[in-house]
């Protein structure tokens, strides 16, 4: 993702966006898509995990009708990552 990102920083100033934007928009999108098919009377209910808990509340304010979410990140302990010497663990 940090590669990516650094790709698309290099022009989306000049479309006056940004990778955190486009990427609210795509959720948007699916969610719209989601509505769509569905119609307007089911129940969404988000989770986001790591960096998708970053854009699960922004998501909510994109879709009010959006009825709850959850917001999660690592169960590791920082301590523990740093006592064994990881800087990325799954």
């Not at 486009?22 to 209910?45: A, P, T």
């Not at 988000?46 to 509340?57: D, E, I």
Request: hydrophobic share 45%; glycine share 6%.
């Amino acid at each position: 993702m940090v590669t990516l990102e650094r790709e698309y920083a290099r022009f989306l100033h000049i479309l006056n966006t940004s990778l955190w934007i486009e990427i609210l928009n795509e959720i948007r999108f699916c969610i719209d898509e989601i509505y769509l098919f569905f119609g307007k009377n089911i129940n969404i209910h988000l989770v986001g995990w790591s960096m998708g808990a970053a854009f699960s509340a922004h998501v909510c304010n994109l879709h009010p009708s959006i009825k709850s979410f959850i917001s999660a990140g690592s169960l590791a302990r920082y301590k523990d990552l740093l006592m064994e010497g990881n800087t990325r663990l799954q």
